[in-house]
């Protein structure tokens, strides 16, 4: 997968979203649950 360079902002409540999601699914941090949301 290519470099992104595009910023991405969210609100409080919808980082913490990510981050929940990230957790559940075994990975490190937002950027690695957004990258799998993105492939998706």
Not at 7 to 36: D, H, W
């Amino acid at each position: 997968m290519g470099n992104r360079s595009m910023p991405v902002c969210f609100t409080e409540k919808q980082y913490k979203m990510i981050e929940e999601f990230a957790k559940r699914n075994g990975m490190l941090n937002a950027s690695q649950a957004l990258e799998k949301i993105l492939e998706q």
